[in-house]
């Protein structure tokens, strides 16, 4: 019995969004796209997480802010290079410590935040979707690794 | 106290322990006081202290793979079952016949082996054997740990190692102060030091006290960690934990034994305490040769009383509450030994003796009878089972130091205590403010005297030692093993500190200290690996189409981290057999080869062209949408380091592809390219290696299989199109790596197996990497790595017809030196066997055997269809010596191959069947 549940979701259509030159002009035309701002350094708005300064995580279809980018940024599709993992219940931030060297259990890391960071030596990046539950972004190669690792500390976390 | 009813066995005998004894506590409750047999004279040995500083009895615990060896007894609490076995004797305990080497002591001085064992290094091999057997602690275990180990980051404004009252007073403060705190015990219980010496605090009995401001650490956010050690402690309050889930050798619940942790913590508060150190007399190793402290702590804490007639010998005042612990507990206290002047203990109530210091324990294996002690300038011997020593205390230092911190001199204490911190640590209690005490030095026949119990060194040895030249501490140490292994000098080194100084004749500070590294209490080898075990010592990468791979039974090859199949036997096939079958099912037909693991990365911008310029020697603008060309990348100093082929999908969209095992490096060079050297350029740079599968379809029948399976006519060599197979979008791009017309297929990962079952319904032979080298060897295409190996020039690969003449890409500056003019640099050529046989690969490429190397083979193969061993290396000057014949000579395997240089193209050098 433990207080994390694992959950593979599988793969989904990812796009990482790059603007360049003006990038408030084309995140401009993006968020309009998009219907919301794009997020900032560290933070997950809608479908879409920040994973540097100039670019982005895109979840879900990109045909609208596709047609926005113009010579402003290139989306470049990599949704078949990941797995995609959520942690739920009152532990998942306990997990993401196992083998990790990142502060999950931070209150700063909170709902929306985004990090990349590495867990058991395997770059993750991470979305608080809420208290009770994070997803994370695994390299497909490296996912039956990582499941197996989350699975067995899911069992020995600290009480 | 409570009954004994937990039970457990001592080298298989049947005894019983009382819940909370550590094994020491319960031995010494069943009257046993052997305990082990030193290190190297194979002397009795019985329980010195009371903590992780226990030099002599060390025990092997548990059973199978959980057995772990070294085990200090007095760090180990009983739990029902336990096995725990004496180290280093035979056939017993009790009759160990390695107890004679103590006859030849005399013989076994520091040094020994240095001195003895001189000759050839094979004789070693034989010594050895012998050596091993006589000397050492506990054998390792054989069989797999089969517990888990956890590792575990953690994050805190204060971390308080130690939890005695200083300690939990520094955590409870913290806490108030709105700190997040961690504060770690190494024993099972809080403040051990108020077990030992129970007394009030606050108004509340001082066990209960401890417990209270834990529950109050906790109640505020804290977390309270018991049998955890600190290991270490490095820059920025950087400090591991080693916490253990159950007693060594115990069957964990949920299969987790320990948990390493690595915590980051703001401060870092060191409540360490101090060790007490033993004095230096003659057999002051003899069972029943105590610790004060610890002979308290068994009394106070355990219940046991490990004298009846006890004599008491001491530098300080703390021991004579030793004394009234013993006394309290019924025991008889003959005499106090106090080494400082009267009146010194004189209104204690007991026996005191001042000026007096002990000189020669008397007694054997199991326990000593009586003390000879010097009462001023004369000598009594008084009868006696239990020798109480306190030659005053060690501060523990050793995390203060190991994080850069400095030591100061503490005259009163005789002691080295905690000076400036380089970092956020700062020490409290005791170890910052040891009790005063003095150094008496040592009494009796040196040979006797121990100052290191675990690695038996003497007051003799240190002494021959000094007199052979050795004044450094740390050439002392490494000469006498002071302080060496699991003991770290706990409760041996200020002793030998002090011996050394006398010889010197100078201060104990200006002496030296040998460095303090980390760990200071041992740490198992699998907390170090946590989960990293067996088939997981290394991430394992999978590629997307490993399950259909696994499905056939491949032979498997690990490249890096990645499994790919190495080749996909038929029947009874060996590798060999299977690899040949596969490469000429290419050369005659069509196989199919998962390539998923090729680095790709997305160019795109309008200045992606101005960026792959940079990247790539070759030209790239020049390439019209569709099409695409081989490229190799340099580094600043003009060295191809990297090759693969770059594709025109769109006017401003590239696919940039280049080895599998430089993908980690490339992926780090392109992004430093794109952000430090073409931070303006209007380019996006996406590694999508994992989102592409890839499967290259090669042979003279591939283009119609592709023509088949996209239902349009197959591209023309060097060309892609966007094609669909089984459904799937895909590219199509020809290219060949094996010699034969070929197409590489790129497609969303996602639907690797779909794709992979379409084309291999089409009659399509898998084939692995082995094929894959045949194939290229024969065709003389590079890889990177062996051929491409970051020391050959675009030129001596043979690429330089391919460079890009304008110029412009990274090392294009310094293609030009000198030195790469000299005639003898190597350069890419083909070998063929002259007389038969293979070439055997790595070879050297010599004149005559014996000679000069002038080269060396990078990688051997044979004719795929015809049969005849070739190669493909590195030679001096090589593009001129075509024809040139020479030895191929691995000395370390005793092969050699009589070979011709060649060009590298064994195999349609005109490239003509690339083409339809």
Same mark, same amino acid.
């Given at each position: ?159 | ?28 409750? @069943? ?24 030099? /002599? ?12 060896? @070294? ?16 180290? /280093? ?149 950087? !400090? ?42 003659? @057999? /002051? ?14 009394? /106070? ?16 005042d703390d021991a004579y509450l030793t004394a009234q612990a013993l006394r309290d507990a019924g025991a008889e206290v003959v005499a106090v030994l106090d080494s400082r002047a009267a009146p010194a203990g004189q209104d204690s109530g007991f026996a005191v003796f001042n000026s007096a210091v002990p000189v020669t324990a008397k007694g054997g294996k199991n326990g000593v009878t009586a003390l000879v002690a010097n009462l001023g300038g004369t000598e009594r011997t008084f009868a006696c089972d239990l020798i109480a020593m306190s030659g005053g205390f060690t501060p523990l230092v050793h995390l203060h130091m190991q994080a850069g911190g400095k030591l100061d001199w503490d005259e009163a204490a005789q002691a080295f205590v905690p000076g400036a911190s380089r970092w956020n640590v700062r020490t409290v209690g005791l170890a910052a403010e040891p009790a005063p005490a003095e150094t008496v030095g ?115 090859? @690990?490249?890096?981290?990645w499994k790919r199949p190495r080749a996909y036997p038929v029947g009874a096939e060996t590798l060999a057999q299977a690899g040949l079958r596969e490469a000429r099912a290419v050369r005659s037909s069509v196989g199919m080869c998962d390539v998923s693991t090729l680095a790709k990365f997305e160019v795109q911008g309008p200045d992606a062209v101005q960026y792959l310029e940079r990247v790539c020697q070759t030209s790239v603008g020049k390439l019209a949408v569709g099409r695409g060309r081989y490229t190799f990348m340099a580094r600043e100093d003009s060295l191809v380091f990297d090759d693969g082929t770059v594709w025109r999908l769109e006017e401003n969209r590239f696919l940039l592809t280049s080895s599998t095992g430089g993908a980690s490096r490339m992926a780090t060079w392109l992004s430093y390219v794109r952000n430090h050297l073409c931070a303006d350029l209007k380019v996006s740079l996406v #590694? ?36 669909? !197979? ?37 009659? #399509? ?152």
């Amino acid at each position: 019995m433990t207080d994390v549940t694992i959950e593979q979701l599988g793969r989904a259509p990812l796009h990482v969004l790059e603007l360049w030159g003006d990038p408030k002009a084309a995140a401009k035309r993006v968020a309009k796209a998009l219907g919301h701002d794009l997020p900032k350094v560290g933070k997950a708005q809608g479908n879409v997480l920040r994973l540097s300064p100039t670019t982005w995580l895109v979840e879900g279809d990109v045909t609208a802010p596709k047609q926005t980018l113009g010579d402003g940024g290139a989306l470049t599709p990599s949704g078949g290079g990941y797995e995609r993992v959520r942690l739920s219940g009152p532990a998942w931030r306990s997990l993401l410590m196992e083998g990790g060297l990142f502060d999950a259990e931070s209150p700063a890391f909170g709902i929306d935040s985004v990090v990349t960071t590495p867990i058991d030596h395997i770059a993750v990046t991470l979305r608080v979707e809420s208290e009770n539950a994070c997803l994370a972004y695994v390299p497909a190669s490296h996912a039956v690794d990582l499941l197996r690792f989350w699975q067995l500390s899911a069992g020995g976390l600290p009480r | 106290m409570n009954a004994a009813t937990i039970n457990f066995t001592f080298d298989g005998k049947a005894l019983r322990a009382r819940p909370g004894q550590t094994l020491a506590a319960a031995l010494l409750d @069943n009257g046993t006081k052997l305990v082990g047999r030193s290190f190297k004279y194979h002397r009795p040995r019985g329980i010195l202290s009371a903590g992780v500083e226990e030099p /002599n009895a060390l025990v092997t615990v548990g059973t199978g793979g959980r057995t772990e060896p @070294n085990t200090r007894a007095t760090d180990l609490f009983v739990y029902e079952g336990l096995v725990a076995t004496s180290q /280093n004797r035979w056939p017993s305990l009790s009759s160990d016949l390695g107890s004679a080497l103590q006859l030849v002591a005399k013989a076994l001085p520091a040094g020994f082996y240095y001195k003895t064992f001189f000759g050839p290094p094979k004789l070693w091999l034989f010594y050895e054997k012998f050596i091993r057997r006589a000397a050492g602690l506990g054998p390792a275990p054989t069989e797999i740990d089969p517990d888990r180990y956890a590792t575990r980051a953690a994050f805190c404004d204060v971390l308080v190692v130690g939890s005695g009252p200083a300690g939990l007073i520094a955590a409870r403060d913290a806490v108030h102060a709105g700190k997040k705190v961690i504060l770690v015990e190494q024993d099972a219980k809080l403040a051990p030091s108020l077990l030992r010496d129970p007394h009030e605090i606050e108004s509340k009995p001082g066990a209960a006290w401890a417990e209270d401001v834990a529950a109050e650490i906790r109640a505020n956010g804290g977390k309270v960690l018991t049998r955890t050690s600190a290991s270490g402690l490095w820059d920025d309050q950087f !400090i591991c934990l080693s916490e253990k889930l159950v007693e060594p050798g115990q069957v964990p619940a949920n299969g987790f034994t320990q948990r390493y942790w690595h915590v980051r913590a703001g401060e870092v508060v060191l409540a360490t305490g101090v060790i007490e150190r033993p004095l230096t007399f003659a @057999n /002051n190793d003899r069972p029943g040769v105590m610790l004060s402290q610890a002979v308290r702590t068994y009394v /106070n804490r355990f219940g046991v009383v490990p004298g009846q007639r006890v004599v008491v010998a001491t530098t300080g005042d703390d021991a004579y509450l030793t004394a009234q612990a013993l006394r309290d507990a019924g025991a008889e206290v003959v005499a106090v030994l106090d080494s400082r002047a009267a009146p010194a203990g004189q209104d204690s109530g007991f026996a005191v003796f001042n000026s007096a210091v002990p000189v020669t324990a008397k007694g054997g294996k199991n326990g000593v009878t009586a003390l000879v002690a010097n009462l001023g300038g004369t000598e009594r011997t008084f009868a006696c089972d239990l020798i109480a020593m306190s030659g005053g205390f060690t501060p523990l230092v050793h995390l203060h130091m190991q994080a850069g911190g400095k030591l100061d001199w503490d005259e009163a204490a005789q002691a080295f205590v905690p000076g400036a911190s380089r970092w956020n640590v700062r020490t409290v209690g005791l170890a910052a403010e040891p009790a005063p005490a003095e150094t008496v030095g040592a009494t009796g026949v040196a040979k006797q005297a121990f100052v290191d119990f675990q690695n038996d060194v003497t007051v003799a040895d240190l002494d021959l030692a000094w007199r052979e030249g050795y004044r450094s501490v740390e050439h002392l140490k490494r000469y006498t093993t002071l302080g060496m292994a699991t003991d770290q000098g706990k409760t041996g080194n200020m002793a030998a500190l002090d011996r050394i100084a006398r010889r010197e004749g100078m201060t104990v500070p200006e002496a030296g200290l040998t460095t303090f590294r980390p760990p200071h209490t041992p740490v198992s080898m699998g907390a170090l690996a946590g989960l990293a075990t067996g088939e997981h010592a290394q991430p394992t990468r999978r590629p997307a189409l490993y399950d259909l791979h696994a499905a056939k039974d491949p032979i498997w090859l @690990n490249a890096g981290y990645w499994k790919r199949p190495r080749a996909y036997p038929v029947g009874a096939e060996t590798l060999a057999q299977a690899g040949l079958r596969e490469a000429r099912a290419v050369r005659s037909s069509v196989g199919m080869c998962d390539v998923s693991t090729l680095a790709k990365f997305e160019v795109q911008g309008p200045d992606a062209v101005q960026y792959l310029e940079r990247v790539c020697q070759t030209s790239v603008g020049k390439l019209a949408v569709g099409r695409g060309r081989y490229t190799f990348m340099a580094r600043e100093d003009s060295l191809v380091f990297d090759d693969g082929t770059v594709w025109r999908l769109e006017e401003n969209r590239f696919l940039l592809t280049s080895s599998t095992g430089g993908a980690s490096r490339m992926a780090t060079w392109l992004s430093y390219v794109r952000n430090h050297l073409c931070a303006d350029l209007k380019v996006s740079l996406v #590694c999508v290696q994992e989102h592409y599968a890839a499967i290259a379809v090669a042979g003279p029948k591939s283009s119609a299989v592709m023509a088949k399976l996209t239902g349009a006519e197959s591209p023309r060599h060097m060309s892609v199109v966007d094609a669909r !197979i089984a459904g799937i979008p895909a590219w199509v791009m020809a290219a060949s790596f094996s010699g034969e017309r070929a197409f590489e297929v790129h497609f969303d990962a996602a639907h690797a197996e779909a794709v992979w079952n379409a084309i291999e319904a089409e009659g #399509c032979t898998p084939y692995g990497l082995e094929a894959m080298e045949l194939l290229r060897i024969e065709k003389g295409h590079m890889v990177v790595g062996p051929d491409i190996d970051g020391r050959l020039t675009a030129e001596e690969l043979g690429l330089g017809k391919m460079v890009n003449k304008a110029g412009g890409w990274i090392g294009a500056s310094t293609l030009h030196r000198p030195a790469f003019v000299d005639p003898l640099r190597k350069q890419f050529v083909g070998l063929e066997a002259i007389d038969g046989g293979s070439i055997p690969e790595g070879s050297m490429l010599v004149r005559w055997i014996g000679g000069e190397a002038e080269g060396h083979v990078t990688g051997s193969g044979l004719r795929v269809l015809e049969g005849g061993s070739i190669a493909i290396g590195h030679l001096k000057g090589g593009h001129k010596r075509h024809g040139e014949e020479l030895y191929a000579y691995s000395p370390t395997r005793k092969q050699k191959a009589k070979v011709r240089v060649t060009s590298p193209h064994c195999y349609d050098p005109a490239g003509e069947r690339y083409r339809d």
